[in-house]
Structures are given as C-alpha cells and as structure tokens.
C-alpha cells in the first residue's frame, strides 16, 4: 500500500514539479548534440555559451518583471555553422530573430504575455553571450 502511493506521488508530483519550474523560466529543454556545451542559460538577463560541433535546439521561458520594451543585443564568435535565436509568443509568433549578422533588437513586452527563448545551432562552433535590460 504504501509503494503504489510513493508511486502515485511521484506520477503526479514530478510533473507538477517539472511544469511550475518551466513556466517560472528555471527549466531549460535540449533537443541538441554537442561535443563541448557549456554555459549558462538561467540568468535573469543574460546567457552566456561556448560550444563545439553542436546541433539542434534548446527552449526556456522568459519571465519579464514589467511591460516596456527590452533591448537584446547578442555578441557573439561563431567560427563555424550556424547559430539563430528566436523570441516567441504563447501563440509561436516570432517577436524577435538574432543572428551573427543581426545583433541587436526590441521587443516590447506585453502584459500577461508568455514569451518563449529558442537557440538554434546548426553543426556550430564559438560562444556568445545575450544580454538583455
């Protein structure tokens, strides 16, 4: 008796668990390969990796103190492949695309609004750091 409701706990609790830390922006998902990835992708304004040979996707929310615009600039040294992100609304609508060649832009925040961080690698190596205030 006492295992099935361990079990029945941990069904119900986990994912619970799992779901409050991706909507508060703490859970990062990684769908990538990569020989080296190391970072940060946690921080309140500011996400910083270095990267070889990677591939693939990683995805967390974004949680804005206030409504008003936010500027994001992204420095990066790709030397190889590569490397876009992209800001996304509750309803998948691209806000804001980064790239290389394109390292600065706004976005305005809109109230009740879930925004979602996508980094994108494509057989990439370097680092960069996003910033945003």
Do not use: Q
């Not at 420095?75 to 490397?83: A, M």
């Amino acid at each position: 008796m006492d295992n099935i409701f361990v079990w029945l706990l941990l069904a119900i609790g986990l994912p619970i668990l799992f779901y409050i830390l991706w909507i508060k922006g703490y859970l990062v998902v990684n769908t990538k390969r990569a020989i080296l990835f190391v970072g940060s992708l946690r921080k309140k304004s500011r996400c910083k990796i270095r990267f070889l040979s990677c591939s693939g996707v990683a995805k967390k929310v974004l949680n804005f103190s206030e409504v008003r615009s936010y500027t994001f600039n992204l420095d990066s040294k790709i030397t190889k492949g590569n490397v876009s992100i992209e800001i996304l609304n509750k309803h998948k609508d691209i806000k804001l695309e980064l790239k290389p060649s394109v390292t600065t832009g706004t976005l305005f925040v809109e109230e009740k609004e879930m925004y979602y961080l996508i980094f994108k690698f494509d057989k990439a190596d370097g680092e960069y750091e996003l910033t945003w205030y």
